[in-house]
């Protein structure tokens, strides 16, 4: 087993670390802290092709693989996991659904302009009433001619506010219960469909995370994903994608804030020795460093199986489950490392610790990636 | 080649519009130096157009003689007329050592001059000296980003070349007395030979510089007192061709502009030199400056952060240090 | 316009450390990169081609591992990459580091030969125009700014101590690029997964025009007679005289480090 990168993979991780360093970082501050979805960042990211790395050149992608892609999601969280699950969210949940399922016209005239990085995008699946239980959709989507007739919201949608391509879901034959949800694409500006409130959040602030609100919007019916009824499958499949992108990002918060306290405990110095020369702290580091090599190789794992072809479904919940517990226990510790002054907005692990919380939360809960583990150890 | 017909030590008197730049002053200075110890002339030459005052200024600084090569064409530097001219002197009178100051036009000319010479060209050497057995010059330099120096020799091929960066040699005192050999003449170069046609030459005052690209900082914070303290800075700052910056705290209080402000929140910089003036040395500012090449505080407080981590820690009030600081540099220039 | 774009890995001098038990040099972890100066080079020769069409061939004189440095400049954009590289060349001094890659350059087509000014690791300046004069073309050095006016002409906008001077040349030309040239570009993530498809030419002292004498170490007009580390940042020095004693002992440190 050839645990080393490819060349290709070791200049991915090259580029987008010099970006991270020169684009991403500098602003990471002030963005979480004025709450500014930074469209700079995401338009340099296009111009480089960092928006559609995993998808075919004849779509505008850049024809990598998809550990390259995970790559740079976590080098890029490494210094601002908002900017990560940017890119994931417009990647792994946009995107790579229309790859997997599109037809061949949604592909030219919809995955394209995103691979290219022409235009942004967002996945639509929670609800008010279905977080968990993303069965519960309440949205529906009414066939009418040549047309479906939406009605419904959606919550806490990851670059909602600035997003121009949308997967959404909704309800088209209630009686059939999770086989009546359908997958649509449905485009920003399309009459009946505004966005609603932009949450207020305790990390990843930055990011565009909003309400949208369907009120007799009107989706053509070329714009249904698959087939009618087929909505849930796909929304799950594309989620185990999904998954190893946030999975990454909470691998790059962990990284990032054991890095900033390895350079902390150099110089720091308390009773005469710099902190690293006591040895509860240096012990501290080494089991931070340990888990985080461990759960690395999980996420790399399932990235490596998606290509493959082979059932990542478990790799993915996996990854996603211990990245996001490492990145909460990586990011609480350094903290604690930093003491006061890890406690005030002059060092970033404060907004590391505050960001490292979502990942246990979004797209799909830790107590879901459990259920996943389990439903398979037990079958 | 005949290394033993190469006789003499030879410095290239760099004029920029009619004035002759300090660097070969300097150079005349060392020239002599190594010129006494090998038992030769030293010789400046200049290349220009109505230069008989820099002649004798050159002889008045060191030269035992000046050879003067006159010529419309040679009034501003170009490439392909100064190389010609002096590697046909080069050529025909054989001097063992040629010194140029590293300077724009320097690092320009040094090179083309030692390809078309076939011989060793070592820059910006910082020390220049004489084996007194084999009586090769030996030039020592920075490499590595400054982080290994080397002692080069150039052996079986003249003239030996260096170039120098301008302040690392000082020049002899000006004895207006002193007389020797201006050897003047009409240098043979035309039009075509120079390959690039000037359009215009611009001066423009210096920028306001970033202070992430500066080589030299002089940085104030707290024990300032007040933002009239960074008028005092800035007199140092200029003078050393750096800039100022400042701590948090300058900021916060107004005293300087948040684009100065070196720490945690601020600017990470890493130049030459850091002057650290009234500044506690608060794990958040060390975090900005700590890799620094050479470090300076100067704080009234001996025990303050700063002074462990700086490499010349002066225990003193810095209204009365930096001004002296700036009066004794002056003297030295 | 053909541009040709002389480029050296470099360690980033940046991360060198001296390890102060032993007074040596670090190397070992030193992460290997494009010198900057080359990469501005390299940037404003894509940059030219993007305007006015073209061909943008990097080259490399150095050892075997160069290559990667050559690849990430077929990421950056350029078309097409040469290697020289051969026991042969080992030891070289500027000298002869210009008349082999002049060697090279003699068997390719050219408007335009870019480099950087210095490398960071010899930190001469030299190669660039020793190779210029091998090549009997001429050179501007420290350039800030290129325009091109026609084919065959360039307007240049090349750095003084004080200014600037704008001169006009005839291509074919030798530049140096200065950082201040542009900001250049990163790699683009699908020239990464393209350009390890490319081949890269590589050539030897066979295959290059040059006299083999001239070569390496025994082509050197220059050899390293000694080497010595700067000192390792010892414990600093505290100064505690009456203010004009202490000015006067800090300035003599300060020129002796050549800092002032």
């Known amino acids: 087993m050839d645990f080393t990168l490819t060349r290709e993979q070791q200049f991915v991780k090259q580029m987008v670390d010099e970006f991270t360093e020169n684009e991403v970082k500098p602003i990471a501050a002030e963005i979480?802290?004025?709450?500014?979805?930074?469209?700079?960042?995401?338009?340099?990211?296009?111009?480089?092709?960092?928006?559609?790395?995993?998808?075919?050149v004849k779509y505008g992608g850049a024809g990598g693989d998809t550990l390259s892609y995970i790559l740079a999601v976590e080098e890029v969280s490494k210094a601002c996991a908002t900017?990560?699950?940017?890119?994931?969210?417009?990647?792994?949940?946009?995107?790579?659904?229309?790859?997997?399922?599109?037809?061949?016209?949604?592909?030219?005239?919809?995955?394209?302009?995103?691979?290219?990085?022409?235009?942004?995008?967002?996945?639509?699946?929670?609800?008010?009433?279905?977080?968990?239980?993303?069965?519960?959709?309440q949205s529906q989507a009414i066939l009418?001619?040549?047309?479906?007739?939406?009605?419904?919201?959606?919550?806490?949608?990851?670059?909602?506010?600035?997003?121009?391509?949308?997967?959404?879901?909704?309800?088209?034959d209630r009686s059939k219960g999770t086989h009546g949800i359908s997958a649509f694409i449905l485009e920003k500006g399309t009459p009946g469909f505004s966005i609603g409130k932009r949450e207020n959040k305790m990390g990843i602030r930055a990011s565009s995370t909003t309400e949208l609100i369907f009120e007799d919007c009107i989706i053509p019916k070329e714009n249904l994903v698959g087939k009618e009824g087929r909505g849930f499958p796909i929304?799950?499949?594309?989620?185990?994608?999904?998954?190893?992108?946030?999975?990454?990002?909470?691998?790059?918060?962990?990284?990032?804030?054991?890095?900033?306290?390895?350079?902390?405990?150099?110089e720091r110095k308390q009773f005469g020795r710099p902190l690293f020369k006591f040895q509860g702290l240096g012990w501290t580091v080494a089991d931070l460093d340990t888990e985080i090599e461990a759960a690395r190789f999980l996420v790399y794992k399932a990235a490596v199986n998606k290509d493959r072809g082979v059932n990542y479904t478990v790799d993915a919940a996996r990854a996603k489950l211990i990245a996001a517990n490492v990145a909460m226990e990586v990011t609480t510790k350094v903290v604690q490392i930093f003491g006061g002054y890890g406690y005030t907005k002059d060092y970033p692990v404060e907004r590391m610790m505050r960001d490292a919380k979502i990942t246990e939360i979004y797209e799909g809960t830790s107590e879901v990636q459990k259920m996943v583990i389990s439903g398979k150890l037990f079958r | 080649m005949?290394?033993?017909?190469?006789?003499?030590?030879?410095?290239?008197?760099?004029?920029?519009?009619?004035?002759?730049?300090?660097?070969?002053?300097?150079?005349?200075?060392?020239?002599?130096?190594?010129?006494?110890?090998?038992?030769?002339?030293?010789?400046?030459?200049?290349?220009?157009?109505?230069?008989?005052?820099?002649a004798k200024e050159l002889v008045a600084y060191g030269a035992d003689k000046v050879i003067y090569a006159?010529?419309?064409?040679?009034?501003?530097?170009?490439?392909?007329?100064?190389?010609?001219?002096?590697?046909?002197?080069?050529?025909?009178r054989k001097p063992e050592v040629f010194l140029i100051g590293a300077t724009y036009i320097g690092r320009d000319l040094g090179p083309r001059i030692a390809a078309r010479l076939r011989t060793g060209l070592t820059a910006d050497c910082t020390g220049l000296d004489v084996d007194m057995e084999s009586k090769n010059l030996l030039m020592t330099r920075p490499a590595f980003g400054g982080n290994l120096m080397a002692t080069i020799e150039c052996a079986d091929h003249r003239p030996q070349m260096s170039t120098v960066r301008p302040g690392v040699f000082e020049k002899l005192g000006k004895d207006d007395s002193r007389t020797a050999d201006i050897d003047k003449f009409k240098a043979d170069v035309s039009s075509s030979d120079v390959k690039i046609k000037i359009d215009q030459v611009i001066k423009v005052a210096k920028n306001v510089m970033d202070i992430g690209e500066a080589d030299v900082i002089v940085s104030g914070g707290r024990g300032l007192g007040s933002q009239e303290g960074f008028k005092v800075l800035k007199e140092l700052a200029d003078l050393l061709g750096g800039t100022i910056a400042g701590s948090r705290a300058t900021v916060d209080n107004g005293w300087i502009d948040k684009a100065y402000q070196v720490g945690q929140t601020g600017k990470t910089v890493r130049p030459k030199m850091y002057i650290a003036c009234g500044i506690s040395g608060a794990i958040q500012h060390l975090a900005g400056m700590q890799d620094s090449d050479f470090i300076v505080a100067i704080n009234k407080d001996e025990s303050a952060a700063i002074m462990k981590v700086a490499d010349l820690a002066l225990v003193g009030d810095y209204r009365k240090i930096v001004p002296e600081m700036v009066s004794q540099i002056k003297a030295m220039k | 316009m053909n541009i040709v774009v002389c480029l050296k890995q470099v360690p980033d001098t940046n991360e060198v450390k001296i390890d102060p038990k032993k007074g040596t040099l670090i190397r070992e972890g030193v992460p290997s990169i494009i010198n900057p100066d080359d990469k501005n080079a390299l940037e404003e020769a894509l940059v030219i081609k993007e305007k006015e069409g073209g061909k943008v061939t990097v080259i490399s004189m150095g050892p075997p591992q160069a290559e990667v440095a050559l690849r990430e400049a077929l990421a950056m954009g350029a078309d097409d990459a040469i290697l020289i590289t051969d026991r042969a060349f080992a030891g070289a001094d500027t000298c002869a580091t210009g008349y082999a890659l002049s060697g090279a350059l003699k068997k390719l087509d050219y408007d335009i030969i870019f480099a950087g000014r210095q490398a960071i690791d010899g930190d001469t300046a030299?190669?660039?125009?020793e190779i210029a004069e091998f090549l009997h073309i001429p050179q501007v050095t420290y350039v800030e700014e290129v325009e091109v006016k026609d084919k065959n002409t360039l307007k240049v906008k090349k750095a003084l101590e004080d200014g600037y001077e704008t001169v006009t040349v005839k291509t074919p030309v030798l530049l140096t690029a200065i950082k201040e040239l542009n900001k250049p570009r990163y790699m683009h993530m699908k020239n990464i997964f393209k350009i390890f498809k490319q081949d890269i030419k590589v050539w030897h002292a066979d295959d290059i025009d040059v006299d083999k004498s001239l070569l390496g170490l025994s082509g050197s007009p220059t050899r390293v007679r000694r080497t010595a580390t700067k000192e390792a940042r010892g414990k600093g020095e505290i100064v505690n005289k009456p203010y004009k004693e202490a000015v006067t002992y800090a300035l003599s440190k300060l020129k002796e480090k050549h800092l002032i």
């Open chain 1, 144 to 172: 009418d001619g040549d047309h479906y007739v939406l009605n419904g919201q959606k919550i806490f949608i990851t670059n909602g506010g600035v997003a121009d391509t949308f997967i959404v879901f909704a309800m088209t």
């Open chain 1, 83 to 137: 900017t990560g699950v940017i890119l994931s969210g417009h990647t792994s949940l946009c995107a790579s659904l229309l790859e997997q399922f599109g037809t061949e016209e949604q592909k030219q005239k919809y995955l394209v302009p995103l691979a290219k990085g022409e235009k942004l995008g967002a996945f639509g699946l929670t609800e008010p009433n279905a977080g968990t239980d993303a069965s519960g959709q």
């Open chain 1, 235 to 266: 929304a799950m499949k594309t989620l185990d994608g999904g998954r190893i992108g946030i999975a990454a990002q909470a691998l790059g918060i962990a990284e990032g804030a054991l890095d900033e306290a390895i350079e902390y405990m150099k």
């Open chain 1, 32 to 56: 979480d802290e004025t709450e500014r979805f930074p469209q700079e960042t995401v338009d340099k990211m296009a111009k480089y092709g960092m928006l559609g790395i995993p998808f075919p």
């Open chain 2, 2 to 54: 005949n290394i033993a017909d190469y006789k003499g030590v030879w410095v290239f008197a760099e004029q920029r519009d009619g004035e002759l730049q300090k660097v070969a002053l300097e150079l005349l200075g060392k020239g002599k130096d190594l010129a006494g110890k090998l038992g030769v002339e030293l010789t400046a030459v200049l290349l220009g157009s109505d230069m008989d005052n820099a």
């Open chain 3, 126 to 129: 030299q190669v660039g125009p």
């Open chain 2, 70 to 92: 006159d010529s419309p064409l040679l009034r501003h530097y170009t490439t392909d007329a100064y190389a010609k001219v002096i590697c046909e002197l080069i050529n025909d």
